[in-house]
């Protein structure tokens, strides 16, 4: 039993240590990658900008009992894709963690699927859209807060 001891005990403290360089570690990755983070955000600025002003509409159509209409759709297809777009350039510099990178991706999937099929359920489509679209949101404003890409709010 003491042999046990002894031996796990510098196992137990070896892994204490690599985990503190660990996150010392990924704390000036996260640093040296702010800059570039920032250009990323930077070149999808723009486009977040317009598209956020289009999820708003989309928003406030549904909010107000508004059929949604194909252009509808579109809008919220494109800005999906511009959204993941931005997930893919930042996500890896700014340590996204896999489980994030898998939620961010399992929603393209179902939005490219659905983005790329001709519904015949308008309304529906863009409600199912709206969903992976808001997955995507928030894995974008996980790993780019400036980015402040729309989010999906109301019923």
Do not use: H, W
Not at 6 to 30: E, I, M, R, Y
Not at 41 to 67: H, P
Not at 117 to 131: E, M, R
Request: net charge positive; glycine share 10%.
């Amino acid at each position: 039993m003491k042999f046990r001891r002894l031996f796990l005990a510098p196992l137990v403290a070896g892994a204490l240590a690599l985990a503190a360089c660990s996150s010392t570690q990924q704390a000036a990755v996260g640093n040296a990658n702010a800059g570039q983070i920032g250009a990323q955000v930077n070149a999808f600025a723009a486009g977040i900008a317009g598209f956020n002003s289009g999820i708003a509409g989309v928003l406030a159509k549904i909010n107000a009992g508004i059929a949604t209409g194909a252009q509808d759709f579109k809008m919220v297809c494109g800005a999906a894709g511009m959204a993941g777009g931005l997930f893919d350039s930042v996500a890896p510099l700014a340590g996204a963690s896999a489980q994030d990178v898998a939620n961010e991706r399992l929603a393209m999937l179902a939005l490219s699927s659905a983005c790329t099929a001709n519904p015949t359920d308008v309304g529906t489509a863009v409600a199912t859209a709206l969903a992976s679209y808001q997955t995507v949101a928030k894995a974008v404003n996980a790993v780019a807060p400036a980015a402040q890409v729309a989010t999906v709010t109301g019923p």
